[in-house]
């Protein structure tokens, strides 16, 4: 695990935040050093983390920090994206004051990061071992991300509770999605079944996006909806069953956040 993989002031200004919560609250000083100041580099920090959240009685947390030593040191690329995850969050929601909360409790932000090491050990041909993941993200924190789904980064899950995401789905680069949302299939059918959101998109709380269908890049679909048919770039879908209600204010409504539908 390489520290040169974090952006620029992520790990200190996390150690900083860290340090003045402490000295701030002093409950939690054990807490935090324990799992923040104890550490050399955010990589660390991280599989701490998330190590403790995934520990089982049969699978201890000695167990689960090796593996994912193992993880983030073979793929560089995990932290990267848990990074740019979760500057994602300092940027697009109003409720994160910083990095700290998010990287502790945030559970979108947690369950995605388990995902990126369980679709690490799932391309490594350990499925088992990547189905345990799995499960144990969707009791700790009720996401469930079938391992096998392809997620870029900058993703923000914000609150996340209900949200599912099926095998053969991708999620590009800089996308933002909300509490129950479902991308997912239409049926009993096998192969390429699952949805393809693109750049930048905004899902909207409880939006269904279901079956082997594309969301455009900078598109919008809003809270509650139906989506059956592919999305076009640039335009924003709702309703039961979704359809084209007009053109989202900006060209990455997910950067935005605004679930205004006019």
């Known amino acids: 695990m390489n520290p040169k993989n974090d952006r620029p002031n992520i790990w200190p200004a996390l150690r900083d935040e860290a340090t003045h919560t402490a000295a701030a609250e002093p409950t939690l000083a054990?807490?935090?050093?324990?799992?923040?100041?104890?550490?050399?580099?955010?990589?660390?920090?991280?599989?701490?983390?998330?190590?403790?959240?995934?520990?089982?009685?049969?699978?201890?947390?000695?167990?689960?920090?090796?593996?994912?030593?193992?993880?983030?040191?073979?793929?560089?690329?995990?932290?990267?994206?848990?990074?740019?995850?979760?500057?994602?969050?300092?940027?697009?929601?109003?409720?994160?004051?910083?990095?700290?909360?998010?990287?502790?409790?945030?559970?979108?932000?947690?369950?995605?990061?388990?995902?990126?090491?369980?679709?690490?050990?799932?391309?490594?041909?350990?499925?088992?071992?990547?189905?345990?993941?799995?499960?144990?993200?969707?009791?700790?924190?009720?996401?469930?991300i079938h391992p096998a789904a392809c997620i870029g980064k900058g993703i923000m899950i914000d609150h996340g509770s209900g949200l599912v995401i099926g095998e053969t789905a991708v999620v590009e680069d800089d996308v933002s999605m909300l509490h129950g949302v479902t991308l997912g299939g239409t049926g009993k059918e096998s192969g390429d079944r699952h949805p393809k959101i693109r750049r930048g998109v905004l899902l909207a709380a409880g939006a269904r996006i279901l079956g082997n269908i594309e969301v455009g890049e900078g598109a919008k679909v809003g809270a509650s909806s139906l989506v059956l048919t592919s999305v076009p770039p640039h335009r924003t879908y709702a309703g039961v069953p979704a359809r084209d209600v007009g053109r989202p204010q900006s060209k990455s409504p997910a950067l935005e956040m605004n679930q205004n539908l006019n």
């Open 30 to 144: 054990a807490y935090l050093q324990h799992f923040v100041l104890a550490h050399p580099h955010f990589a660390a920090a991280l599989g701490g983390v998330l190590a403790a959240n995934m520990a089982a009685d049969l699978v201890p947390q000695a167990n689960l920090s090796d593996l994912f030593r193992e993880a983030l040191a073979d793929e560089p690329g995990i932290i990267e994206a848990a990074v740019a995850d979760l500057q994602a969050h300092l940027e697009r929601d109003p409720a994160s004051q910083g990095y700290l909360t998010p990287f502790l409790y945030y559970k979108g932000y947690q369950a995605l990061q388990v995902h990126r090491i369980a679709h690490w050990l799932w391309r490594s041909g350990r499925k088992a071992l990547a189905r345990h993941l799995q499960s144990r993200a969707a009791q700790e924190y009720d996401i469930d």
